[in-house]
């Protein structure tokens, strides 16, 4: 498939179906939309994928963080998150 010439009649009718009901639900502006977000999703997906072996690779060589080290630098991420949700 040409992914320049790619639309609607590309995917299957299932995918159709569901995109084109997302569309008349307003979560999507049109399908182009809701395909562009998919392409997003699979791309973060992908990335998570290659992160994911990343760290597998690193605990086979022994590279590993203390427990607790993991935890705090988690809950400081939690911090940054919802001082930014709040608008802090």
Do not use: H
Not at 9 to 35: C, K, M, T
Not at 37 to 64: H, N, P, W, Y
Request: charged fraction near 30%; glycine fraction near 4%; hydrophobic fraction near 40%.
């Amino acid at each position: 498939m040409n992914v320049e010439k790619a639309d609607m009649s590309d995917i299957s009718p299932e995918n159709r179906l569901y995109v084109s009901q997302a569309v008349e639900a307003g979560v999507y502006p049109n399908p182009e939309a809701a395909l562009d977000e998919a392409v997003s999703l699979l791309r973060m997906r992908d990335q998570l994928r290659t992160d994911v072996q990343l760290g597998i690779d690193q605990a086979d060589r022994g590279e590993l963080l203390p427990a607790e080290e993991v935890f705090q630098q988690l809950e400081r991420r939690v911090d940054e998150i919802e001082a930014q949700a709040s608008g802090e």
